[in-house]
């Protein structure tokens, strides 16, 4: 055991030590950073001021009654969504007076000319300064007039529409002769319509936010797959060609050095991962908004312990998968070129499948593909990774995860054969016919 841990400690001081470990150490901070900053200067404002002129219609007050509707609905959804600290969202849109040199009374064309300049910057609120986004003008007769700072408005622009629209309906109704007692019930009236919801916690959008942190180990688990296979083909295939291999089984026995490989770079893996990880924890504690809306609710959704056992179960059953196959490619290759004849359609046979799966699982983890490919020892990890946040049957999580690791023992050891039996050859890499033999070959 100790000389496996050599060879572990070995790999991982190389791999660590290289550029390449380093640069790729930093890839996701770079991009949390980069991601923070365009966010902070592309986000729009959380509210924005609007001013109104009103040539005695009332319209600008209806107008103003109608948003502060609309906010304290919203206020109410929130509310009622149970959220644990609840916050008041801030009002969107916040009405100002019109600065002192804009007219009212002068007619549209006069408004719109000298509220203009106002509209390219920011205006005294209460809540602050925001930017003034919209300007609308209500004219005694005729269609009123809206002016607006180039950036999208649509809900603000679509509020005033919406409450014109209703005001005139009521209007036409009335002139047909239709009291306000029948236009409230003809406004209020709905067609009957029954809906067959689904359970609570299995909609479209629930099951996305739950499967958040489950996907994302997918993608983490294919990422480092990649990165350090990549590490691990290099330093066999190096030490291959420079005979550093005859000096280190001088040492051990040829079956410790698959072993001690695989914990090495299963180190390696994990010091990425951790810097990771730990990187995107800051950023959704430290950013608000989509981040961490999306963060909590998923991290809430695996709650149980036996589902983070279960999920570093797959975890660390994919990285041996993708390991053993890495390893075993760099044993039968001689340069990077040969090792590219391998790697090829083994990295197309597990990439298409998955991204495929991946795409199933965010629009139904409980569609076929998901729940086919469960059963496919290969494709077991991503898939169950993948379900587990909206949840899979304890008997289905038990046969696959027989399957599973029945199917990784058989991995190991008939790949470890070809590892040992093809460690110190040279010439052209075997064909399909000795590949076989090597696998049936005892140690």
Same mark, same amino acid.
């Given at each position: 055991m100790s000389r496996i841990l050599l060879v572990a400690r070995r790999d991982y001081r190389q791999v660590?030590?290289?550029?390449?470990?380093?640069?790729?150490?930093?890839?996701?901070?770079?991009?949390?950073? /980069?991601?923070? /900053?365009?966010?902070?200067?592309?986000r729009a404002p959380s509210s924005v001021a609007y001013v109104m002129a009103d040539e005695g219609t009332g319209m600008a007050a209806r107008i103003e009654q109608r948003l502060e509707r609309d906010y304290q609905r919203q206020r109410l959804r929130d509310l009622a969504a149970g959220t644990p600290a609840?916050?008041?969202?801030?009002?969107?849109?916040?009405?100002? #007076?019109?600065? &002192?040199?804009? #007219?009212?009374?002068?007619?549209?064309?006069?408004f719109g000319r000298t509220v203009a300049p106002y509209l390219g910057g920011d205006i005294a609120t209460p809540a602050g300064k925001r930017p003034l986004a919209v300007a609308v003008y209500f004219p005694a007769h005729g269609a009123a007039r809206v002016w607006t700072n180039g950036r999208a408005n649509g809900g603000l622009i679509g509020a005033i529409r919406d409450e014109r629209t209703r005001l005139l309906r009521q209007a036409l109704l009335q002139a047909s002769g239709l009291d306000a007692a029948a236009i409230a019930r003809i406004e209020a009236a709905q067609a009957p319509l029954t809906v067959a919801a689904p359970p609570p916690g299995r909609d479209r959008a629930q099951m996305a936010v739950r499967s958040a942190v489950p996907l994302a180990l997918v993608y983490l688990l294919l990422t480092s797959a990649l990165i350090t296979g990549g590490m691990m083909l290099q330093g066999i295939i190096e030490e291959r060609s420079n005979r550093l291999?005859?000096?280190?089984?001088?040492?051990?026995?040829?079956?410790?050095l698959p072993l001690g490989t695989l914990i090495g770079l299963g180190a390696v893996r994990l010091t990425l991962l951790a810097a990771w990880v %730990?990187?995107?924890?800051?950023?959704?504690?430290?950013?608000? %908004?989509?981040?961490?809306?999306?963060?909590? #609710?998923?991290?809430?959704?695996?709650?149980?312990?036996w589902t983070i056992a279960l999920m570093i179960f797959y975890f660390f059953c994919g990285y041996l998968i993708l390991a053993m196959?890495?390893?075993?490619?760099?044993?039968?290759?001689?340069?990077?070129?040969?090792?590219?004849?391998?790697?090829m359609p083994v990295s197309m046979a597990v990439l298409l499948p998955v991204m495929l799966m991946v795409s199933a699982s965010l629009q139904n983890p409980d569609s076929w593909l998901p729940r086919a490919m469960s059963w496919i020892p290969l494709y077991t990890p991503f898939a169950m990774l993948a379900?587990?946040?909206?949840?899979?049957? &304890?008997?289905?999580?038990?046969?696959?995860g027989v399957l599973l690791t029945l199917f990784v023992a058989l991995? /190991?050891?008939?790949?470890?054969?070809?590892?040992t039996a093809s460690l110190l050859s040279t010439g052209q890499p075997p064909r399909l016919g000795a590949f076989l033999r090597m696998m049936r070959r005892p140690r």
């Open positions: 660590v030590a290289t550029r390449a470990f380093k640069i790729t150490l930093l890839i996701v901070p770079l991009m949390l950073g /980069l991601m923070a /900053l365009a966010t902070s200067l592309l609840f916050k008041p969202p801030p009002r969107p849109y916040l009405r100002v #007076p019109l600065p &002192p040199d804009v #007219p009212a009374d002068r007619g549209a064309e006069a291999l005859e000096a280190v089984l001088a040492c051990i026995e040829p079956r410790e %730990g990187c995107a924890l800051l950023a959704a504690f430290a950013m608000q %908004g989509f981040v961490a809306d999306i963060l909590w #609710p998923s991290l809430a959704a695996l709650n149980q312990p196959a890495y390893l075993a490619i760099g044993s039968l290759s001689n340069s990077i070129q040969d090792a590219q004849a391998y790697l379900r587990l946040g909206t949840g899979v049957p &304890p008997a289905e999580i038990a046969a696959t991995e /190991l050891l008939l790949l470890g054969r070809v590892f």
